[in-house]
C-alpha cells in the first residue's frame, strides 16, 4: 500500500551520529571564545544582602553580569514570565543564578565561580505540597498557588447516597530527572549593531527566541536561534534552555565575544527542572456491580520556585486524571503550588504519568472493595465512541479498549501466571507478581493550544528534484528528521531520498511549534502533508506533471518550473480538525484532537528478605494511528517503558531544604540494561482521520503506563497495597513490616 511509510527506512541523521561527524554544541569553538559560569545561591530562601570578591584573584580580566547588567526584562519568557534570569533582591531556591562569569581559560573561571561569596540573609523556605498548601510562609502571590483548574462533569455531590462502595486512596509520586545523555548547553555571539546568535541544544528554537526578544533590545530579524545536534531532552530542554542562552548572551553582550556554557551533569542535575512531584486523593462512588458512578478526585503538584511550565502539565494531568473510563459525575480540583527548590518542569508525559498512577492504583484498590478481578472491573467502565471523558469530550474515535485488554492478557499470559504465582508464594520468600494498567494520552497540545500557536510548515522544492523540509521541529533522538521525510516521500511520490531536512535555524524555518506534547508527527507531519500535497497540485496546474510520475519526472517538473517561474515553495499553516470546540474558562469540552489508547502488563519478583524488585516481563499493547517507522515506533515505547521502571522502583531525588541532596550518576541510581526486562511491544493500527497518512501522536504515551502496572503486580505479589513510587527497598522494607506487626501482635 505503501512504498515508504510503515517501513523501517535508515534513519536521516543515523550515519552522522555513527561515525562521530555530528556536531554537538561542546564541539564549537570560536576564535577568542569565553567560557561561562553561574554562580548559584546556596540557600533556599533569603535577602542578597552583598555580593563579595576575594582579592586573591584578577578580576579584571573576568566578565561578570548580574541582575542590574540586564539590558531588558529580567524574567525568562514562557507563560508567566515570574522567573528572573538573576536573582537581584531575593533569592527562591537552591541553586538560583545570581552571578555569571566568563574568562578564557574554563579552570580559572570555575575557581573563581566557588571563590564569589554570595552574602545572603536566609528567610524561612516551604518545602513539600503539604508545608505549601498549609500556607506556613507565602513565598508566591497570596497563597502559594501557582495555578488551579476545576473540571466538573455532572453532579459529583448527589451520588454517594446510593453507591454500594465509597473507595478513597490517597497516591504520591516523587521527582524525576530527564537524565539526557548530552547536559545543557549553549554558545552565544552578541552585539546591539549585529544582534545575537545562538547555537545550543534544545528542543524548542522559538521557545528561546522569544525569550530573548524580552531580554534584549533587539528587533526579531536580529535574534538568531540555532538547534545543534541535541542529545536527548525529554522536556528538559524544553524551558530550560532560554535561561541558559540568555546567560550565554548576557555575557557575550557584555564582554564582545562569543562565550561557550556547558553544564557538566552534576550542575545539570542540581539546577534543571524535573518532573513535577504530586499527592492526588481519590474518592470513588461504585455500585454494587462495580460501574463507577463518581469521581471526586485532588491532584495537587509541587511547582518548585516558579511557574516555568506548571500550568501546562497541571492541565494534562488533570484531564488525564479520570482514566479512559466513563463516569457520568466527574470533579477534580487540580493545583500546582509553590515551594523553595528549583521550578519543576516538563518531562515526557507532563503531568500524565502523575494522575494515571493514581487511577490506575486506585482501579485496583476499587476492583478489591467489590470483589470482582481488576480486568472485570475495567471492562465495565472502559469508555467507548459516544460516550464523554471527565471534560465532556465525547469521543468520536473507534475505541477497542476491551480487545486491548484481552490481547494484552493474551500475549502475557496473565491468567495462568496469576495462578501459578498464587500457588508458588506460598512456599517462597521471592514472591512473584502480574499486573496491568490500561490509559489513554491525548496527541497535540491541549485544548486551544493548537490553535494559538497557529504553527506554519513547508517545503522547497529544488531544481534537481530534491525536497527540503522548512520546520523548526527538531531532532532530539526519536527520530522527527526520518518520519518526517518519509511522510513528504510518500505523499510526493518520491524517494525517500529526495527528500533533506535542514538544521533548525529561526533565520531559515518558519515557526512548527515546539518539539513536545506527541504533536510533530501527528500536527507538523500533517502540515507537510498538506504542504506536499499543494506542491503536487502546483505543478500539475502548471502542467508540468501528470498523474502517474516517477521521481524522475518529478525532478523534471521542479526544474522547468523554477526556470520558468522561480523557487518553488508550499506551506501550510495548521486548522483545526472539523468539530473540535474547547472552552478555557469552564474547562470543558475537546480537549485533544485525538488520544492514544493502550494497556501494559508487567510481570515482577520481589524478594521479600533483601526487598529486591525486579521487573521480569513486560508487554506494552498499544493503538497508536497509523506506525510510520517500525523500529522507531518500538524505540519509543521500549525507551518510555524503561523510563517508567526507573520511574517507579529506581529514580529517587533526595531533597534536604529545597536542594537536590543526590546529584551523581553515584548516587541517582538509573535502571541499566542489566536492570531493564525484555520489553515485548505489539501495535494495533486504527488510522486517525486527521494525522498525516493516519498517525497519531506516540512519544509521551509509554511513560504513563509502567509505574501503576508494576505497583499494581507488586500489590498482587505481596499484598502490600503501596501507593507512592518510587518504591525504594527501604520503602518498601518498612511496609512488609508493618503488615507483619499485626500479624505478630494477633498470634502474641
Known amino acids: 500500500m505503501f512504498q515508504t511509510v510503515g517501513k523501517s527506512v535508515p534513519r536521516k541523521e543515523g550515519r552522522e551520529k555513527v561515525t562521530g561527524q555530528a556536531t554537538y554544541v561542546d564541539d564549537i569553538t570560536f576564535p577568542g571564545m569565553l567560557m561561562g559560569a553561574t554562580v548559584r545561591s546556596p540557600v533556599a530562601r533569603g535577602r542578597i544582602r552583598n555580593i563579595e570578591f576575594p582579592d586573591d584573584l584578577p578580576w579584571e580580566q ?3 553580569v548580574t541582575a542590574k547588567n540586564i539590558p531588558g526584562q529580567n524574567s ?8 528572573p534570569y538573576l536573582a537581584g533582591e531575593f533569592v527562591n531556591h537552591p541553586e538560583e543564578p545570581v552571578v555569571l562569569l566568563a574568562h578564557p581559560d574554563k579552570y580559572l573561571v570555575e575557581k573563581a565561580r566557588q571563590a564569589v561569596h554570595l552574602d545572603i540573609d536566609p528567610l524561612p523556605g516551604v518545602f513539600g505540597i503539604e508545608e505549601s498548601l498549609a500556607k506556613q510562609q507565602i513565598i508566591w502571590g497570596e497563597d502559594n498557588i501557582l495555578k488551579a483548574f476545576v473540571i466538573e462533569k455532572g453532579d459529583v455531590d448527589g451520588v454517594w447516597e446510593e453507591a454500594a462502595h465509597i473507595i ?72 530550560y534552555p532560554s535561561m541558559l542562552a540568555g546567560h550565554a548572551a548576557l555575557l557575550a553582550w557584555k564582554s564582545g565575544r562569543p562565550v561557550k556554557m556547558v553544564y557538566d551533569r552534576a550542575e545539570d542535575l542540581a539546577a534543571t527542572t524535573k518532573r513535577h512531584p504530586s499527592r492526588t486523593r481519590i474518592r470513588s462512588a461504585v455500585t454494587a456491580q462495580g460501574k463507577l458512578l463518581g469521581q471526586d478526585i485532588e491532584f495537587v503538584l509541587d511547582g518548585g520556585a516558579y511557574a516555568t511550565l506548571s500550568a501546562v502539565v497541571l492541565s494534562r494531568g488533570a484531564i488525564h486524571a479520570a482514566g479512559p473510563y466513563h463516569c457520568p459525575n466527574v470533579r477534580i480540583r487540580s493545583s500546582a503550588v509553590a515551594t523553595n527548590a528549583p521550578p519543576h518542569g516538563a518531562f515526557r508525559g507532563f503531568g500524565a504519568p502523575q494522575s494515571i498512577f493514581a487511577m490506575e492504583r486506585h482501579m485496583d484498590q476499587v476492583a ?17 465512541a459516544g460516550e464523554a471523558t471527565a471534560t465532556g469530550q465525547v469521543i468520536r474515535e473507534k475505541v477497542k479498549l476491551e480487545h486491548l485488554l484481552d490481547r494484552a492478557l493474551e500475549l502475557a499470559d ?27 494520552h491525548g496527541a497535540g497540545f491541549t485544548g486551544s493550544g493548537e490553535r494559538y500557536l497557529q504553527s506554519v510548515a513547508g517545503l522547497e522544492a529544488l531544481a534537481d528534484g530534491r525536497v527540503r523540509i522548512l520546520a523548526s521541529s527538531t531532532e532530539i533522538g526519536q527520530g522527527t528528521n526520518t518520519i518526517l521525510a518519509q511522510i513528504v516521500a510518500e505523499t510526493l511520490s518520491i524517494n525517500y531520498d529526495q527528500v533533506e531536512i ?33 506542491l503536487k497540485q502546483t505543478l500539475t496546474k502548471a502542467e508540468l506533471l501528470d498523474e502517474n510520475y516517477s521521481g524522475g519526472d518529478f525532478a523534471g517538473a521542479c526544474a ?17 480538525p472539523p468539530g473540535i470546540h474547547w472552552d478555557e474558562e469552564t474547562y470543558s469540552g475537546d480537549a485533544y484532537g485525538a488520544f492514544a489508547w493502550a494497556v501494559y502488563i508487567a ?16 508487554v506494552a499493547l498499544q493503538e497508536v494511528g497509523r506506525v510510520i517507522h517500525p523500529v522507531l515506533a518500538a524505540g519509543q515505547i521500549e525507551g518510555g517503558v524503561a523510563q517508567g521502571i526507573g520511574y517507579a522502583i529506581f529514580e529517587n531525588v533526595v531533597w534536604k531544604n529545597g536542594r537536590m541532596a543526590n546529584a551523581q550518576m553515584t548516587n541517582y541510581i538509573m535502571p541499566t540494561s542489566v536492570d531493564v526486562p525484555r520489553i515485548r511491544v505489539y501495535f494495533e493500527e486504527i488510522p486517525y482521520e486527521y494525522g498525516p497518512l493516519g498517525a497519531k501522536g506516540i512519544g509521551e504515551l509509554p511513560i504513563d503506563g509502567p509505574a501503576p502496572a508494576i505497583l499494581n503486580a507488586i500489590e498482587n505479589a505481596t499484598g502490600l497495597p503501596v501507593n507512592e513510587v518510587p518504591l525504594m527497598p527501604e520503602m518498601l522494607m518498612r511496609a512488609l513490616e508493618r503488615a507483619k506487626a499485626p500479624l505478630e501482635a494477633s498470634v502474641g
Open 62 to 64: 573576568f566578565t561578570i
Open 76 to 83: 525568562v519568557a514562557l507563560i508567566s514570565d515570574d522567573q
Open 168 to 239: 478513597e486512596g490517597e497516591y504520591r509520586t516523587g521527582a524525576q530527572e530527564q537524565l539526557y545523555i548530552e547536559t545543557n548547553g549553549m554558545i552565544a555571539i552578541a552585539s546591539p549593531e549585529n544582534g545575537i546568535t545562538i547555537w545550543g541544544s534544545m528542543q524548542c528554537p522559538y521557545y528561546v527566541h522569544k525569550a530573548l526578544l524580552k531580554a534584549f533590545p533587539l528587533p526579531p530579524e536580529k535574534i538568531r536561534i540555532v538547534q545543534m545536534e541535541t542529545g536527548g531532552g525529554f522536556g528538559g530542554k524544553e524551558d
Open 368 to 384: 478489591r472493595a467489590v470483589g470482582i478481578a481488576p480486568e472485570e472491573l475495567r471492562r465495565r467502565n472502559f469508555l467507548h
Open 414 to 440: 496473565y491468567h495462568s501466571k496469576t495462578k501459578a504465582f498464587a500457588e508458588q508464594n506460598q512456599h517462597s520468600r521471592v514472591k512473584r507478581g502480574i499486573g496491568f494498567a490500561s490509559f489513554m
Open 502 to 534: 535542514p538544521r533548525p535555524d529561526t533565520n531559515e524555518v518558519p515557526n512548527s511549534g515546539p518539539t513536545v506534547a506527541s504533536r510533530t508527527c501527528m500536527v507538523v507531519g500533517k502540515l507537510l502533508e498538506s504542504a506536499a500535497i499543494g
Open 560 to 576: 522547468r518550473y523554477i526556470e520558468r517561474f522561480g523557487p518553488l515553495k508550499s506551506f501550510c499553516q495548521y486548522q483545526a
Open 603 to 618: 510481570e515482577v519478583s520481589v524478594d521479600t528478605v533483601t526487598c529486591e524488585i525486579t521487573v521480569d516481563d513486560f
